[in-house]
């Protein structure tokens, strides 16, 4: 069975710092993983995906996060956090076919300090 | 892009009654629909997939005389709790895919069950 493993529960990162959320999965075949983030009142907005190819994946807001595979790792990076980026982020992994049936992590709630 | 919204975005009713909620996706038709739940500092949890016009295949171990899903036209789906019990509070986050497969996400319906 597929699964999803955020050990970070909640980070806190000043404005301006950088940002690594990590994300472990365990699928028996190549997956297929996405970050999310859900801000209060809003629904989930996907942040960036891989399904295949160049192992290092840009996402909207200045997201990037990198597959690998030899450490079944999928972490979410920026370089310099904005306060606007305060919010929960969920790391999910599917089986081929897509999005559908997707596994989601436990979340990262990120705190952002002036 | 895709907005999906749902509606109420927080009910609170006595217990043995039942609550309707409503995914409706606004600018696009939704094959598919996906009912979610999520307790708090937890991940989402899929509860149920639903094709239009079709039965909503649940998740294992939900109870779908409990979890009432339709899904009768290509924008809108309505969850009900029936009979509900304060164990059924919760956070309940819908999806909608069109032919691009991809999940839009509604921004969840908090239910408090008293």
């Known amino acids: 069975a597929q699964s999803v493993t955020q050990p970070d529960i909640h980070i806190t990162v000043s404005e301006g710092a950088s940002l690594e959320l990590r994300c472990n999965y365990s699928y028996g075949a190549t997956p297929y993983l996405f970050w999310y983030v859900q801000s209060p009142g809003q629904g989930l907005q996907l942040l960036l995906k891989y399904f295949s190819g160049d192992t290092l994946v840009q996402g909207i807001k200045g997201f990037e996060a990198e597959f690998k595979r030899s450490q079944s790792s999928f972490n979410l990076r920026k370089p310099s956090v904005h306060w606007s980026d305060a919010a929960e982020y969920f790391c999910a992994v599917g089986p081929s076919g897509g999005y559908q049936k997707v596994t989601f992590g436990t979340g990262t709630k990120l705190q952002v300090i002036p | 892009g895709a907005v999906v919204s749902q509606h109420p975005s927080w009910v609170i009713c006595k217990s043995g009654t039942s609550v309707k909620i409503e995914c409706r996706s606004l600018d696009f038709q939704a094959t598919t629909m996906f009912w979610y739940r999520q307790f708090p500092k937890q991940s989402l949890m899929l509860m149920a997939t639903s094709n239009e016009g079709s039965k909503a295949t649940y998740e294992q171990g939900v109870e779908k005389d409990k979890f009432l899903i339709n899904h009768a036209s290509l924008t809108l789906s309505t969850l009900t709790v029936t009979s509900a019990h304060p164990e059924d509070s919760s956070f309940y986050i819908c999806?909608?895919?069109?032919?691009?497969?991809?999940?839009?996400f509604g921004p969840g319906t908090r239910l408090t069950v008293t």
């Open positions: 999806s909608a895919s069109g032919q691009g497969f991809q999940q839009y």
